[in-house]
T-cell receptor, first 114, second 112 residues
Framework: EAQVTQNPRYLITVTGKKLTVTCSQNMNHEYMSWYRQDPGLGLRQIYY???????DKGDVPEGYKVSRKEKRNFPLILESPSPNQTSLYFC?????????????FGAGSRLTVL | SQQGEEDPQALSIQEGENATMNCSYKTSINNLQWYRQNSGRGLVHLIL?????REKHSGRLRVTLDTSKKSSSLLITASRAADTASYFCATSSGAGSYQLTFGKGTKLSVIP
């Protein structure tokens, strides 16, 4: 089944404890992206990647890192999480990110930082 | 940055009625997409309309695009309780058209 898989789905952590949210897609998509969703703010893009080894900042990149060493994986790294990073995170992918292709989303990762 | 803005923010209707949601945007677009999100879950693509198209249909969904007014509407006909979800428009514009910018969504409740 074509899908985007995120892990963990739920995580409670404490301020400053590094964590990684993994994202993997099995559709050979070139484009991958991370979004965060907060009440009243909608979806905001954190980082995106056009292809392997190519990443770029979205609208809210502060406090996050990403890497794209393989086409299928696009992990989101929070080096020193803070409470304002408590949010619902979505990974998404598409064929080439041109906008004419649709995004396939993961099921989401709900992160709470205490 | 937020490009699309959905209206209304929330909509409650009876099963069988039609639901109309609107999306307005600020700058010229290449295309506009509509997505659906069931509570707390991942978004699912519904339909894409290109800037040179005026109307598109998919099952019970009808999307219109008016580029002169910079607006789009999503009509769901004969709504069902299972249509209860949030609906988002997303726009692609400019030279970096790989950027898809989402609105804040319309929360639709369909009462059985």
């Amino acid at each position: 089944e074509a899908q985007v898989t995120q892990n963990p789905r739920y995580l409670i952590t404490v301020t400053g404890k590094k964590l990684t949210v993994t994202c993997s897609q099995n559709m050979n998509h070139e484009y991958m992206s991370w979004y965060r969703q907060d009440p009243g703010l909608g979806l905001r893009q954190i980082y995106y990647s056009m292809n392997v080894e190519v990443t770029d900042k979205g609208d809210v990149p502060e406090g996050y890192k990403v890497s794209r060493k393989e086409k299928r994986n696009f992990p989101l790294i929070l080096e020193s999480p803070s409470p304002n990073q408590t949010s619902l995170y979505f990974c998404a992918s598409s064929q080439d990110g041109s906008g004419a292709n649709v995004l396939t989303f993961g099921a989401g990762s709900r992160l709470t930082v205490l | 940055s937020q490009q699309g803005e959905e209206d209304p923010q929330a909509l409650s209707i009876q099963e069988g009625e039609n639901a109309t949601m609107n999306c307005s945007y600020k700058t010229s677009i290449n295309n506009l997409q509509w997505y659906r999100q069931n509570s707390g879950r991942g978004l699912v693509h519904l339909i894409l309309i290109r800037s040179n198209e005026r109307e598109k249909h998919s099952g019970r969904l009808r999307v219109t695009l008016d580029t002169s007014k910079k607006s789009s509407s999503l009509l769901i006909t004969a709504s069902r309780a299972a249509d209860t979800a949030s609906y988002f428009c997303a726009t692609s514009s400019g030279a970096g058209s790989y950027q898809l910018t989402f609105g804040k969504g319309t929360k639709l409740s369909v009462i059985p």
